[in-house]
């Protein structure tokens, strides 16, 4: 079978498109035939090696897939079983989906959803998971529509492409913060009310700034999170899942002490499989199927190394499918 194969022989790190046989799978109780799998964040740092993301060698990235059940001794699953599969550490110290087949444990899987096909299923991806599951956190802690604004920080990403789908399909009126103002059309598409540039939140900042949002989505860290906080209205929620700028937080206790404002942080990787089935079937019911295509990009396997730089580089918007049989 083709996969992406990731050595590191002799603190030579490397990756490349290769043969690997199937008998060299690892253990697991269900084989999934892949149909398509995607690049997320962190599949660029597994990629290019920027961050010690792989801890077991050799290593297939991938922390996502969709495919077609091949072998089952798992009792929810047989043959022909359509899955999707996010995180469990898959891609870090389990070979994950960049590959044509992968064999792992029956309980990391999730039933795909009937609305989806699994090309869809991976223009949603782990990202567009994570978004599910930072709304949800927005919803469990009572942030209506009715409360004011919702800010989405990384906004042109996966995460932040889907978050604002999902955000305007509910009608909440989405503030998008981007880098790249040239795709303000693109946020505007999907939903966004209001585009305004990372540069308001990416320095350092006061310790409280003026009251301008209920709620946010924070895909990026560091100063940008702390002044996300900064300005969350009283008694709002901050739902945080990435570390784009940075995993530090220079912020102060200003925001939770004074106007009570919750911050959230949101894991989709280690994520209980209730949970992870409950965002699946929220996303089959809440996101606009017409967004997938404008907000996805497909390439062939052989493509993955050199977009996952590209990737890391800032240079890809929303969400980019990975076809693993072309």
């Known amino acids: ?3 992406i194969l990731i050595t590191n022989d ?13 008998d060299q799978l690892p253990e697991g109780d269900v084989t999934v035939s892949i149909d398509y799998s995607t690049l997320n964040y962190k599949d660029g740092l597994a990629i290019t090696g920027k961050s010690p993301v792989v801890r077991k060698f050799p290593m297939v990235p991938g922390v996502d897939f969709a495919g077609t059940v091949e072998q089952s001794a798992h009792p929810d699953y047989k043959p022909g079983d359509k899955v999707v599969l996010n995180g469990w550490g898959v891609g870090e110290v389990h070979w994950g989906g960049l590959a044509q087949k992968a064999r792992l444990k029956g309980d990391w899987l999730v039933p795909l959803p009937d609305r989806f096909d699994s090309r869809q299923a991976m223009a949603i ?3 567009g998971y994570t978004s599910m599951l930072c709304v949800m956190a927005l919803e469990n802690q009572g942030v209506t529509p009715n409360d004011g604004d919702i800010l989405v920080t990384g906004a042109v990403g996966g995460v932040g492409s889907v978050a604002v789908s999902l955000l305007a399909k509910l009608g909440y009126s989405v503030i998008a913060s981007t880098g790249r ?15 305004i540039d990372r540069s308001e939140l990416s320095e350092k900042g006061r310790p409280l700034g003026k009251e301008r949002w209920a709620g946010a989505i924070d895909t990026v860290g560091s100063h940008t999170l702390a002044n996300v906080c900064a300005s969350t209205k009283y008694g709002g929620t901050v739902a945080a899942c990435g570390l784009a700028q940075g995993f ?12 009570g404002v919750i911050l959230n942080g949101v894991d989709s990787v280690m994520c209980p499989r209730e949970k992870r089935i409950e965002a699946w079937n929220r996303l089959a019911k ?3 199927i017409s967004h997938l295509e404008m907000m996805a990009s497909e390439i062939p396997l052989g493509d993955a190394i050199a977009t996952a730089k590209s990737l890391l580089d800032g240079s890809v918007k929303g969400r980019v499918i990975v076809n693993v049989n072309a």
């Open 248 to 259: 530090d937080l220079p912020a102060t206790v200003m925001p939770f002490i004074l106007r």
């Open 286 to 288: 809440d996101l606009d």
């Open 181 to 195: 103002r040239e795709e303000a059309e693109y946020l505007k598409s999907l939903g966004a009310k209001e585009i």
């Open 10 to 22: 002799n603190d030579t790190y490397n990756a490349q498109l290769t043969e690997v046989a199937e």
């Open 1 to 3: 079978m083709k996969a």
């Open 125 to 127: 991806g782990t990202a």
